[in-house]
């Protein structure tokens, strides 16, 4: 099983650029989460989809959108990339009324 | 939101040394979990405690929830490199809920000299 996978692994984008990271989960989790970690500050929660087709904001949602295409898919979107969002992203995955999670490999994002 | 306090923030121990460090926060908690990040990867569960005062094993690791609900230990014996990494505390907001949403500490990074 491949368990929750992130792509692409590194991006380096222009400030004002867009893009969208993708993630992916062969599990069957009800529940998907995109988390960002920056030094010192731990895994601070962006947007969650406690089920296909509902989403909501986590603790540092301002500069990101989210879209949980299907069961499987919950992508995270910058719209307009600002330095402050270099980080390392994880996308994350749990089944229901489990609470352990399940973390991608992560995202190296660098925004000059 | 709630808050976890996780101590220290960096340990450097030698090959062989027992490792101890703690997470506590200011409310109840009634899961605690402990993560293990590998450097380049993202975290991977090591020991979860649904219980106060339960103590857990998993092979040289050891961790602990506490009796007051409101703090929760890991323990490392025997350091070897390959436990080098950064060492998470989590809980989440409600037991069961659907929404499951778990609150981090912000790490404990560990380095393990030969």
């Known amino acids: 099983n491949a368990g929750v996978t992130q792509t692409p692994k590194f991006q380096v984008l222009k400030t004002g650029q867009s893009m969208t990271l993708q993630c992916a989960q062969d599990m069957n989790h009800n529940s998907m989460y995109w988390y960002r970690q920056d030094p010192g500050m731990g895994l601070r929660l962006i947007y969650y989809s406690a089920s296909e087709g509902t989403t909501d904001k986590g603790e540092v949602p301002n500069g990101y959108n989210v879209s949980r295409l299907n069961k499987r898919e919950f992508s995270l979107r910058l719209e307009s990339a600002a330095p402050s969002q270099t980080s390392v992203y994880f996308c994350?995955?749990?089944?229901?009324?489990?609470?352990?999670?399940?973390f991608g490999s992560g995202t190296q994002l660098s925004v000059l | 939101g709630q808050q976890l306090n996780q101590s220290p923030q960096s340990m450097f121990i030698q090959e062989g040394e027992d490792v101890s460090m703690n997470c506590t926060s200011s409310s109840i908690f009634n899961t605690w979990l402990w993560y293990k990040q590998d450097p380049g990867e993202g975290p991977v569960l090591l020991i979860a405690l649904y219980k106060a005062g339960e103590l857990t094993s998993n092979g040289r690791l050891t961790a602990q929830f506490g009796i007051t609900r409101k703090d929760s230990f890991l323990n490392i014996s025997a350091s070897i490199p390959s436990d080098v990494g950064i060492y998470f505390c989590?809980?989440?907001?409600?037991?069961?809920?659907?929404?499951?949403?778990?609150?981090f500490g912000r790490g404990t990074q560990l380095t393990v000299w030969p």
């Open positions: 989590a809980g989440p907001q409600d037991r069961g809920s659907t929404l499951g949403r778990l609150y």
């Open positions: 994350a995955s749990r089944a229901q009324l489990v609470e352990k999670l399940f």
